[in-house]
T-cell receptor, first 114, second 113 residues
Framework: AQSVTQPDIHITVSEGASLELRCNYS??????LFWYVQSPGQGLQLLLK??????LVQGIKGFEAEFKRSQSSFNLRKPSVHWSDAAEYFC????????????FGTGTRLTIIP | DTEVTQTPKHLVMGMTNKKSLKCEQH?????MYWYKQKAKKPPELMFV???????INESVPSRFSPECPNSSLLNLHLHALQPEDSALYLC????????????FGQGTRLTVV
């Protein structure tokens, strides 16, 4: 079964600074990988996804993520954060055959300070 | 249209009430999901419908009863809930149920009193 680990529960970043959120996954083959963002009381919005091909994927709102098979990681990055990026971020993994579940990490809460 | 619409946005119900949550998508997706999310936790999968058939039930108590009337609609019927069932209930859909990206609705904030 697949699993996801997000080691950082809470990260605080200054506005304009760069950001990296960590995600490690466990899966026997090449997984489908996703980053979602959730503002308080809202649903989840898909930021970006990786299925195959280019290991650096671009998403919405200026985010990107890099798939590193050797490290089983799919870290999310943004060169310069904005106050509106404050939210909860979830990494998720899906199996590309058989299992129909999307498995979420425990989330990282991002706080932006002026 | 990449929208999943959930109604109502907020619901307060007593423990003896019967209510239903509704979810609709018009993206032609053939998989639909119900998730439950408690505060400061990730979404927990409850049910998966694939091609209008229930394919996964994550050992959810029978006081939650899902229904998929057609490929665009998903309901969650609620009966005799407990206060601990208070949570954000999220509906999602995906092209199919093979691990592809899911599109989420805004959720229904349920409070059981």
């Amino acid at each position: 079964a697949q699993s996801v680990t997000q080691p950082d529960i809470h990260i605080t970043v200054s506005e304009g600074a760069s950001l990296e959120l960590r995600c490690n996954y466990s899966y026997g083959a090449t997984p489908y990988l996703f980053w979602y963002v959730q503002s308080p009381g809202q649903g989840l919005q898909l930021l970006l996804k990786y299925f195959s091909g280019d290991t650096l994927v671009q998403g919405i709102k200026g985010f990107e993520a890099e798939f590193k098979r050797s490290q089983s990681s799919f870290n999310l990055r943004k060169p310069s954060v904005h106050w509106s990026d404050a939210a909860e971020y979830f990494c998720a993994v899906g199996a590309n055959f058989g299992n129909e579940k999307l498995t979420f990490g425990t989330g990282t809460r991002l706080t932006i300070i002026p | 249209d990449t929208e999943v619409t959930q109604t109502p946005k907020h619901l307060v119900m007593g423990m003896t009430n019967k209510k239903s949550l509704k979810c609709e998508q018009h993206m032609g997706h053939r998989a639909m999901y119900w998730y439950k999310q408690k505060a400061k936790k990730p979404p927990e999968l409850m049910f998966v419908y694939s091609y209008e058939k229930l394919s996964i039930n994550e050992s959810v108590p029978s006081r939650f009863s899902p229904e998929c009337p057609n490929s665009s609609l998903l309901n969650l019927h609620l009966h005799a809930l407990q206060p601990e069932d208070s949570a954000l209930y999220l509906c999602a859909s995906s092209q199919d149920a093979r691990g592809r990206e899911a599109f989420f609705g805004q959720g229904t904030r349920l409070t059981v009193v």
